[in-house]
């Protein structure tokens, strides 16, 4: 095998301009030229992952197979390549300052002034390399996060720097940028990306390759200004317009060659076109479906973009499978109530209520999940969603009217949801959940087990609570079935209802495992079951 290449993506003018959704299809256009690859993610924040950090902050928190806590980019590579990532796909520096902290501690170097070059850098070099170091990949995509001249940005940049200068070829670096369009003037402006290029400069790096976001095509001639300003070729200078889908992005960087150019300037073999076949029909399916259905998305943070991001992604990868539009409709857990479910909730074909921590909105998703139960609505509960339908069902079938989570309610006294045993003794916080991949055993009389057409499943965790296992008989008693288990545990991992045509919950994410060559069954289901409920209406 080849020396491993490494492609760092930076980005500049404004954050949010895409970076891992360029790095996202730049790895599949050269896995659909036969290259293996792989994307990590370094953050800047001190945080040693967002496993703590708020919802309103940072967005969703991606988990990975093997438990760890990343940033929500970790998603969209895994959507876009179908490759499982792991802990060291995602870098904080709060984790880099704790492992230097750490090794300095124990003495590993031996008594030397710890300073950040070249101890923080190179212990960023180091977590770099790792996958690189594991033989298994043509090419490690490296996106940073922030933008080019933020103060803690600094490291990263010059990590880079030392990494070009000492790899040559097997480096190449993006720099992803705005060219924004001022409509009083009728003009693109090139300045903010001819500015940010030489902040990056001021760094000691060199572009090899500018991307241009922009809302208009950049027109004849701008790409050569460009080139000419920021010493690029004028062949490296990429339009990315704004597009429908993130999805249509692999195709429009193909059109505009990233991936070649990315081949020549680490000068890798050009032998083959990308092979983008069943994304195109992806793609197809998803912007030609022949029929449409409105879902609800229950939960406390539908007015943040990216709180929910799986799961929206989920329902895309479903959309397309069954050649259905899903419209998502966002429902503020807080704002539902006895009163005014009804309004709220009528007019929905599926019923999907969130995963999430804490009080706020608790009530409004139990209601909502009566409100479906009681209506034949098909309904989808996903973690804490699981576990208010249990309680929703203890509380109106079972008669336990103070039914609740120990999470809530520690004193209540049904407790049918209850802090795992492991995780009683455990005071802090971060990383310190049921996390990453465990094994379920599925009853083979059941809905689920015709979904998944397996009796074995693995899937990502991310909780501290669960199904309280003493009140178990009663549930099945009346028709709460729960039909999958964790064989080595014994938790509840998987309930439905006997009497409902679509009513699962499950105590795991199966959003994590969503891709565009792989949509989860679940997701794909539910919206079949929506679909059905839609005709019947």
Same mark, same amino acid.
């Given at each position: ?100 902290? @750490?090794?300095? *501690?124990?003495?590993?170097? #031996? /008594?030397? =002034? ?5 101890? +923080? !850098?190179? @212990?960023?070099? *180091?977590?770099?390399?790792? #996958? /690189?170091? =594991? ?5 490690? +995509? !490296? ?395």
């Amino acid at each position: 095998m080849a020396q491993t290449k490494y492609i760092f993506v930076l980005g500049g003018v404004a954050s949010s301009l895409g970076k891992g959704i360029i790095s996202a299809s730049l790895a599949k256009l050269l896995q659909a030229r036969g290259f293996s690859v792989t994307i990590q993610k370094l953050d800047p924040y001190i945080n040693v992952d967002p496993g703590t950090l708020n919802p309103y902050e940072h967005g969703e928190c991606y988990v990975t197979e093997d438990g760890a806590e990343t940033d929500l980019d970790l998603g969209h590579y895994e959507r876009f390549s179908n490759v499982p990532t792991s802990q060291s796909n995602n870098v904080t520096t709060g984790r880099i300052y704790q492992t230097v902290i @750490e090794k300095e *501690r124990k003495g590993d170097y #031996l /008594g030397q =002034t710890v300073q950040v070059i070249p101890h +923080i !850098t190179d @212990e960023i070099k *180091r977590s770099i390399k790792i #996958l /690189g170091n =594991t033989g298994k990949y043509d090419f490690v +995509i !490296t996106e940073i996060g922030g933008t080019v001249g933020d103060i803690e940005s600094l490291p990263y940049i010059e990590t880079v720097r030392q990494m070009r200068w000492e790899m040559g070829r097997d480096c190449c670096v993006i720099h992803l940028t705005l060219v924004p369009f001022l409509s009083a003037a009728g003009e693109l402006k090139t300045k903010p990306t001819q500015h940010s290029v030489k902040t990056l400069l001021e760094s000691g790096v060199q572009p090899d390759i500018i991307v241009c976001r922009t809302e208009h095509p950049l027109y004849d001639g701008l790409k050569e200004k460009i080139a000419l300003f920021c010493n690029v070729d004028a062949s490296s200078v990429i339009e990315s317009r704004d597009a429908r889908t993130i999805y249509q992005v692999p195709l429009m960087m193909r059109d505009e060659a990233l991936d070649a150019e990315v081949l020549r300037k680490t000068r890798m073999p050009i032998e083959t076109a990308p092979d983008l076949k069943k994304w195109e029909e992806f793609l197809y399916k998803l912007e030609n479906p022949t029929s449409e259905v409105t879902i609800g998305l229950v939960g406390k943070y539908v007015e943040l973009k990216d709180a929910y991001k799986s799961i929206n992604e989920s329902f895309v990868h479903a959309s397309a499978t069954n050649e259905c539009k899903v419209n998502v409709k966002l429902v503020h857990s807080e704002e539902v109530n006895r009163k005014n479910v009804a309004k709220k909730l009528d007019e929905l074909d599926g019923i999907l209520v969130a995963p999430g921590f804490g009080e706020r909105g608790i009530e409004g998703k139990i209601e909502a999940i009566r409100y479906a139960r009681e209506n034949k609505i098909p309904f989808f509960g996903i973690c804490l969603g699981m576990q208010c339908a249990v309680i929703e069902f203890g509380r109106n079938v079972l008669g336990y009217k103070s039914a609740h989570s120990t999470e809530m309610n520690p004193d209540t006294k049904y407790p049918v949801i209850d802090l795992m045993e492991e995780q009683k003794k455990i005071k802090g916080l971060g990383g310190t959940m049921r996390l990453g991949v465990y094994p379920c055993t599925i009853n083979k009389k059941s809905k689920v087990y015709d979904i998944y057409q397996t009796s074995h499943i693995q899937e990502r965790h991310r909780h501290r609570f669960e199904f309280n296992n003493e009140y178990l008989n009663q549930f099945e008693e009346y028709g709460m079935r729960c039909v999958g288990i964790n064989p080595n545990e014994n938790l509840v991992e998987i309930i439905e209802l006997d009497d409902h045509p679509w009513f699962i919950g499950v105590q795991f994410h199966p959003e994590y495992r969503s891709t565009v060559a792989a949509p989860h069954p679940l997701f794909v289901d539910f919206v079949a079951a929506a679909m059905t409920h839609h005709s019947k209406k």
